[in-house]
């Protein structure tokens, strides 16, 4: 198997106020699911492992369908009604190279934002449904433009706050080498930790259709783990779905005081997502079938594992369901994973069967890497059956 032209692996590294250092679990993020592949960062990985990000799957795939979805609801509804997706996080400035080479003195960058949450967020919104996301960000020029791009993108943020006391988190990419990123993060005690329960809006995470959480924001502090646990419980007594994605990030806690932390949700949980090493916090490791079928004993209906190029599956009512990988020219693998999520979630409120789940959650991942960015390519509705077209659309 060879790299597709263009294809970037990603070694990220996290630093804390500019001296700790989160490296995203020293992994690669597979450039179609956004599942980790275990590598060492500082090494290339062999490309026939598939440990770096790229598109090929371990067997071609068939030949594209259109994808058949049902209706979406309006994104454009009254102010206050609840939303079909609510999730909460942190969202951050970013400042990434446009071109190769080490970070110097008048190399060009791109400025704009990210965040975990924000990506399944947006990529839900674009599909149709109305989405909201609840976090704080900074009184400063960063924090507007992280909430005006989540207005623009018909996000609700209505409840998110406004710090005067800390700045917006920011995050640096560079690309390192041609097929080399290194993401450095500074974040910790500034405004997107300071998420507290008492950001939430109950009411309208009550009324919502899915709640979606990822394992990023309880390990940003006390305050941040304490609202993610307090809105899963809302949520399960309100009878909304709940949606969790691991993420597990080494540097930020320990393998062993994650999994103490984040096995509290899965009772609470619908649905999860997990790479094979972030299942492994929970289940024993093994096949990943097996894997998926372990976490449904530990609460969720669903287990949805990313397997890098390998595709992914979903363990769901005891059926297991596979999805191969979507061929794709990858630029830029970061934000893979969230686009995943985002693609199966708006497919859950389609009311779309797993196989069908699968299929837009595959593609969204694929547009994501096609287009420099966190979630800048992720698709609109309009757009699904693009992939399946000819390179040149007339």
Known sequence: MT?????????????????????????????????????????????????????????PAPAA???????????????GTPPALFTLGEAMAMAAATGPG??????????GWAGAEATVAIGVSRLGHRAAWTGRVGEDAAGEMVLAGLRAEGVDVEGA???????????????????????????????????APEDLDEDRLAGARILHVTGIT????????AAVERAVRV????????????????????????????????????????????AALFVPDGEPAEAARALTRLGPGQAVLKLGAQGALVVADGV??????????????????????????????????????????????????????DWEGLPRRAELDLLAAQDISR
């Open 235 to 278: 949520a399960r007594a309100a009878g909304v779905t709940v949606s969790f994605d691991v993420n597990h990030r080494e540097r930020l806690w320990s393998r062993a005081e994650a999994a103490e932390v984040l096995a509290r949700l899965l009772p609470f949980t619908d649905i999860v997502f997990a790479g094979p090493e972030e």
């Open 320 to 373: 297991t369901h596979v999805q191969r990988a979507v061929p794709v020219t990858a630029v830029d693998p970061v934000g893979a994973g969230d686009a995943f999520v985002s693609g199966y979630l708006a497919a859950v409120l389609d009311g779309s069967p797993v196989p069908e789940r699968l299929r837009l959650a595959a593609l969204c991942g694929a547009f994501a890497v096609s287009v420099p960015g």
């Open 218 to 225: 309880p390990a940003l502090g006390p305050t941040a783990r």
């Open 3 to 59: 790299r597709r032209p263009g294809a970037v692996a990603e070694a990220v590294t996290d630093v804390e106020t500019g001296t700790v250092t989160d490296v995203e679990t020293g992994t690669v993020t597979d450039a179609v699911t956004g599942a980790d592949a275990v590598t060492d960062a500082r090494a290339v990985p062999d490309a026939g492992t598939g440990a770096e990000p790229q598109a090929d799957a371990a067997a």
């Open 161 to 195: 706050r406004r710090e005067p006391a800390v700045p917006t988190g920011l995050m640096l990419r560079e690309r390192r080498t041609a097929d080399r990123l290194r993401v450095t993060y500074y974040r910790a005690s500034l405004a997107g930790s300071r998420l």
């Open 65 to 79: 369908t259109p994808l058949t979805v049902a209706p979406a609801r309006p994104s454009a509804v009254a102010p």
């Open 102 to 111: 080490p970070f110097a003195t008048g190399a060009p960058l791109r400025l």
